[in-house]
């Protein structure tokens, strides 16, 4: 059998043809149905579906953008917080050894790194002290020693030890103490800790 | 929008039909009833079928209507539409199909032209085209039943010309052996 022969009989085949009424009712069910779907949702114009996606995931991904982002700058704040380089073994361990004896305070501000050192060597040597003062927004930190006064976010404080490892820090208008957590008579932020694992 | 491919009479229609003038859209079905009805059941194999199929076809051209560009004829755009739900069709089928016994498989394919056709050789050749895989059905469909070329099946179900004349050439070889008897009659 040719190609032309195939064609000829599958062209023979005829269809169950339904009644003549079902051509007359056909296109009023189509009707019915699309009215009464019409009545059920309004009919969305096909017209605004892609440019509706395309603004849907638009959306999408600016919100995602912004959550990623705010979610990284919020890590990245925390991380500089939590890794303040004052707070860094290494760090502060080499800038000592460079002054014997001469290193009063490493002060971190909004300008950078103060070194202050003593005309002489006459620093005792100590477990350093790690401050951190907000007053606001005015962040400083320093690494001292017990019985140095350090100017901190404006503040001037004597940063002292006691022989348990609790801190003290005496302002001009204020104690701030490590074992209460809290400073009395002022409302600054105030971290305080011994950098322990610097053995000098 | 391009309407190069239609009539003013058809113009007329789709924009009033996009104004959500059903009683226009009905005109089209009226127009174009017979040839998606004719298609849907050379897909199917049922009149009841073919009967929701088309339906389910103008209904959905009339949702479409807006993306219908005009660079073809309307009655191609909605033989596409036919098709791509008449393959689903026989997806769902399909799947169906799957879990029922193997003796549940022999009965439904024993009664899978149940309709009334007019003659044994009509409804023997139905049965040849419902044993070919729906692709190669639909292919073999459009070239024969409605004179499509094969660039024209091919621009229809979104594919190369020659996966249609593959598809072609494959359902024909089918055919000839389910079909071979009748040559000889």
Same mark, same amino acid.
């Given at each position: 059998?040719?190609?032309?022969?195939?064609?000829?009989?599958?062209?023979?085949?005829?269809?169950?043809?339904?009644?003549?009424?079902?051509?007359?009712?056909?296109?009023?069910?189509?009707?019915?149905?699309?009215?009464?779907?019409?009545?059920?949702?309004?009919?969305?114009?096909?017209?605004?579906?892609?440019?509706?996606?395309?603004?849907?995931?638009?959306?999408?991904?600016?919100?995602?953008?912004?959550?990623?982002?705010?979610?990284?700058?919020?890590?990245?704040?925390?991380?500089?917080?939590?890794?303040?380089?004052?707070?860094?073994?290494?760090?502060?361990?080499?800038?000592?050894?460079?002054?014997?004896?001469?290193?009063?305070?490493?002060?971190?501000?909004?300008?950078?790194?103060?070194?202050?050192?003593?005309?002489?060597?006459?620093?005792?040597?100590?477990?350093?002290?790690?401050?951190?003062?907000?007053?606001?927004?005015?962040?400083?930190?320093?690494?001292?020693?017990?019985?140095?006064?350090?100017?901190?976010?404006?503040?001037?404080?004597?940063?002292?030890?006691?022989?348990?490892?609790?801190?003290?820090?005496?302002?001009?208008?204020?104690?701030?103490?490590?074992?209460?957590?809290?400073?009395?008579?002022?409302?600054?932020?105030?971290?305080?800790?011994?950098?322990?694992?610097?053995?000098? | 929008?391009?309407?190069?491919?239609?009539?003013?009479?058809?113009?007329?229609?789709?924009?009033?039909?996009?104004?959500?003038?059903?009683?226009?859209?009905?005109?089209?079905?009226?127009?174009?009833?017979?040839?998606?009805?004719?298609?849907?059941?050379?897909?199917?194999?049922?009149?009841?079928?073919?009967?929701?199929?088309?339906?389910?076809?103008?209904?959905?051209?009339?949702?479409?209507?807006?993306?219908?560009?005009?660079?073809?004829?309307?009655?191609?755009?909605?033989?596409?539409?036919?098709?791509?739900?008449?393959?689903?069709?026989?997806?769902?089928?399909?799947?169906?199909?799957?879990?029922?016994?193997?003796?549940?498989?022999?009965?439904?394919?024993?009664?899978?032209? +149940?309709?009334?056709? +007019?003659?044994?050789?009509?409804?023997?050749?139905?049965?040849?085209?419902?044993?070919?895989?729906?692709?190669?059905?639909?292919?073999?469909?459009?070239?024969?039943?409605?004179?499509?070329?094969?660039?024209?099946?091919?621009?229809?179900?979104?594919?190369?010309?020659?996966?249609?004349?593959?598809?072609?050439?494959?359902?024909?070889?089918?055919?000839?052996?389910?079909?071979?008897?009748?040559?000889?009659?």
């Amino acid at each position: 059998m040719n190609n032309s022969e195939l064609d000829s009989i599958l062209k023979k085949a005829r269809r169950p043809e339904p009644i003549e009424e079902f051509w007359e009712e056909f296109p009023k069910q189509v009707v019915r149905r699309l009215n009464r779907a019409r009545v059920e949702e309004p009919r969305l114009n096909t017209r605004w579906v892609p440019r509706l996606a395309w603004g849907m995931a638009i959306v999408v991904c600016i919100t995602a953008a912004f959550a990623i982002g705010h979610w990284r700058g919020r890590v990245d704040t925390e991380s500089v917080a939590s890794n303040d380089i004052l707070q860094n073994t290494k760090f502060v361990r080499e800038t000592l050894a460079l002054f014997p004896n001469q290193v009063r305070a490493i002060v971190r501000d909004q300008h950078g790194f103060n070194l202050d050192l003593a005309s002489t060597s006459d620093v005792p040597t100590s477990t350093p002290i790690y401050v951190s003062v907000c007053d606001g927004k005015n962040c400083s930190s320093c690494v001292t020693f017990s019985g140095q006064e350090v100017q901190v976010a404006g503040q001037k404080l004597t940063v002292l030890s006691d022989g348990l490892g609790g801190i003290i820090l005496m302002g001009d208008h204020f104690i701030w103490s490590s074992n209460r957590r809290v400073a009395m008579g002022n409302s600054l932020k105030i971290e305080a800790k011994n950098l322990s694992s610097i053995t000098l | 929008m391009a309407r190069m491919a239609l009539s003013d009479d058809e113009l007329a229609c789709i924009q009033k039909s996009l104004a959500d003038d059903t009683e226009a859209f009905a005109a089209f079905v009226k127009q174009h009833q017979k040839m998606i009805h004719a298609l849907a059941f050379r897909m199917t194999g049922s009149l009841h079928d073919a009967e929701d199929l088309a339906q389910e076809t103008f209904i959905r051209a009339y949702r479409q209507l807006a993306s219908f560009r005009g660079d073809s004829k309307f009655s191609t755009w909605l033989c596409q539409i036919a098709v791509n739900l008449s393959l689903n069709w026989r997806k769902r089928e399909n799947r169906r199909g799957e879990i029922h016994s193997k003796w549940a498989e022999n009965a439904v394919a024993e009664n899978s032209v +149940p309709e009334e056709f +007019p003659d044994a050789l009509s409804r023997r050749i139905q049965a040849a085209l419902d044993r070919l895989p729906p692709k190669q059905r639909a292919a073999i469909v459009l070239t024969v039943y409605e004179n499509c070329s094969h660039a024209e099946v091919a621009k229809l179900m979104q594919c190369a010309e020659a996966t249609i004349s593959w598809r072609v050439f494959a359902a024909r070889q089918k055919l000839k052996r389910l079909l071979g008897g009748f040559h000889h009659e």
